[in-house]
């Protein structure tokens, strides 16, 4: 099975494709997604990929994200940690429980970003309820715009969680945000570094061709920010989104935790010489491809996160750096080997301790976990095991 591993893009500036897939899954009334892309180029030029990988994943009803099949699984495209185990919900749960404690056993406001099919959410919950004191004072959210994902949520979740469609209607909480495998579904800008930093638009001419134009004042801060230099030629994505997306957690969040769990690395180590052709990645039917040009708005469209950023552009809102690790150690933390000895006493003993061990030697060796905090002490247990700061490493 496929998990959204790193693996390195290949491709040339221009790249073309003459045959522009049509979305399966659009209404058979509407338009096809490929043809309005190519109807919006025609009548404004040459777009920021940044705004085509928003459409491929986004627009209304034939985006990937906004589209009824589903994303996640056997009969979807990838499967993440919850679809292994629910111990990945039981030991997150456990966090959460840590952080309740810290904060005075007070109201709690979990909220969870992008909830997925709300398997993650309902792991959460079954372990939280069983500490009636903290479950009696929760408040559980689900920030999510697609109301297909919304709707696959309410049917799991039922009347135990609030949506909501923006962080800023929670504006003062205490709590904690966390958030599974979605900053690396953001829309990124393209770039690559020739005498000056170039951005790759996207334009048609019978087939989606990428030409370069140089990049914005905004674009070329986001590295000089970070201090990082890019070699002549090297080609990398720059997730502008992502630094909004932290500095609205920062402004919302009055007392409490932001934790967030994906794939990605410091910038000491996502810009490695040998990650010079980027990391964008597309999945599409448990196959992995680089080509984010065909199946569009049926397909997954990643690329791997900049913690080094996160926390950077996370400071300056507010909020501090409270431990950053690999998920494999974080579980290690929270008592996953404990875990994995209750199940001893299973009748399916064997079947389940195959999907733990894989949620740990497999996922848990590419996933990190950084956890930042604002107005709060910090002791917690899954960054017992810590892998050290971020900032320009």
């Known amino acids: ?5 790193e693996q390195c893009l290949n491709s040339s500036k221009k790249l073309e494709l003459k045959n522009p897939h049509i979305n399966m899954y659009s209404n058979p009334y509407s338009m096809p997604l490929s043809e309005i892309i190519i109807q919006k180029i025609r009548r404004s030029g040459a777009i920021p990929f940044r705004d085509f990988m928003e459409m491929a994943l986004y627009y209304p009803e034939l985006g990937y994200y906004a589209s009824p099949p589903e994303k996640i699984g056997k009969r979807g495209d990838y499967y993440t940690s919850p679809n292994l185990t629910p111990a990945f919900g039981e030991m997150l749960g456990r966090q959460l429980e840590e952080m309740w404690h810290i904060l005075g056993e007070k109201r709690f406001t979990i909220v969870e970003m992008g909830a997925g099919s709300g398997l993650l959410s309902f792991d959460v919950l079954e372990y939280l309820k069983k500490n009636r004191e903290l479950y009696r004072d929760l408040d559980y959210c689900i920030i999510e715009k697609s109301s297909a ?9 039922e009347d135990e969680v609030q949506w909501y469609d923006s962080i800023h209607e929670l504006d003062g909480m205490t709590g904690c945000i966390f958030s599974n495998e979605l900053v690396d579904a953001f829309p990124v800008h393209l770039v690559i570094m020739e005498n000056e930093l170039m951005e790759v638009f996207v334009d048609y001419d019978d087939g989606f061709i990428e030409v370069l134009k140089p990049a914005s004042e905004e674009l070329k801060n986001y590295f000089s920010e970070l201090g ?3 070699p002549e030629g090297y080609r990398t994505e720059i997730n502008l989104d992502a630094v909004k997306w932290i500095n609205e957690i920062g402004a919302t969040l009055k007392k409490g935790f932001v934790l967030t769990i994906d794939y990605g690395y410091p910038s000491s180590e996502l810009y490695e010489e040998y990650r010079n052709r980027g ?3 597309c999945y599409y039917k448990h196959t992995a491809n680089e080509n984010p040009y065909q199946h569009i708005g049926g397909q997954d469209i990643t690329s791997h996160i900049n913690f080094s950023a996160l926390e950077h552009w996370g400071k300056k809102s507010g909020l501090e750096f409270c431990g950053f690790t690999g998920l494999a150690n974080f579980l290690l933390g929270l008592g996953i080997e404990e875990y994995m000895e209750k199940l001893q006493e299973s009748p399916d003993y064997h079947k389940k301790m195959l999907q733990v061990k894989t949620l740990v030697m497999e996922m848990g060796s590419t996933f990190k976990v950084l956890i930042q905090k604002k107005d709060v002490w910090c002791k917690l247990s899954g960054l017992k095991f810590q892998s050290g700061r971020l900032s320009r490493l």
């Open 1 to 5: 099975m496929l998990h959204r591993y």
């Open 279 to 281: 990391t964008l990645m």
């Open 149 to 157: 994902m919304r709707e696959e949520q309410r049917n799991r979740l």
């Open 228 to 230: 990082v230099v890019l």
